[in-house]
């Protein structure tokens, strides 16, 4: 099976602009959830999309949204970016079940200048 | 609230020693702990998980790891370091809030393998 994709690997934007990253899980998997890591903050936890349902959210501003599509792949967007918002911004797929195994994509690291 | 704690942010072993990277876990119910690994400009690999069935999780790349209830620790072992083992390894908490989990990561420890 082919593993979780993430695109653009590579981003860099202005303060002030939009972004919109994509994420495709593995073949089967309904559950995808989104992670901003920095330096700083560690791993922190975005929101998880299940059947195109948002079902789980993290504390971050409402800036950070996101939407999972009828196959199951998923954006998420980032409005009015500010320097803070520069990380590696991870997206990961599961079967949506317990155990809750997430199997991660390669992450898209997003610049902002 | 269900929680983990990496001790130590950095570990050094030479390679061929034993590598020891600790997790402890905060949790009022049986817990779902993981182990993933991260290499330079790379998303998280999963190394092991314990689901409850056994106490002691066999995972790739010869890592380990035992369960300890009453030490509330899941430490990460492997017999015999490797230079390709240098990376970041996150210890992770899967965490139910109800209709949904999600997992919550330590701060990670990052290991350095020396000739």
């Known amino acids: 099976k082919a593993g979780v994709t993430q695109t653009p690997r590579y981003l860099i934007k202005t303060r002030g602009q939009q972004v919109t990253l994509s994420c495709s899980p593995i073949s089967g998997h309904r559950s995808v959830s989104w992670y901003q890591q920095t330096p700083g903050q560690g791993l922190q936890f975005l929101f998880e999309y299940f059947s195109e349902t948002q079902r789980n959210k993290g504390n971050f501003p409402g800036r950070f949204s996101g939407r999972q599509f009828s196959n199951s792949r998923s954006e998420m967007n980032v409005s009015t970016l500010e320097l803070g918002d520069s990380a590696l911004y991870l997206c990961?797929?599961?079967?949506?079940?317990?155990?809750?195994?997430?199997?991660f994509g390669p992450g898209t690291r997003l610049t902002v200048t | 609230a269900q929680s983990v704690t990496q001790l130590g942010s950095h570990v050094s072993v030479s390679e061929g020693a034993l590598v020891l990277l600790r997790c402890n876990y905060s949790s009022s119910v049986p817990p779902y702990l993981f182990w993933y690994v991260q290499y330079p400009n790379q998303g998280l690999q999963l190394l092991l998980k314990y689901t409850s069935a056994a106490t002691l999780v066999k995972g790739i790349n010869g890592f380990e790891a035992e369960f300890k209830k009453s030490e509330t620790s899941f430490h990460l072992t492997k017999p015999s370091a490797h230079m390709s083992d240098a990376a970041e390894y996150f210890c992770?908490?899967?965490?139910?809030?109800?209709?949904?989990?999600?997992?919550?990561f330590g701060t990670g420890t990052r290991l350095q393998v020396t000739l």
């Open positions: 992770a908490v899967r965490i139910n809030t109800g209709t949904a989990s999600k997992l919550t």
């Open positions: 990961a797929s599961s079967l949506g079940g317990d155990p809750y195994e997430q199997y």
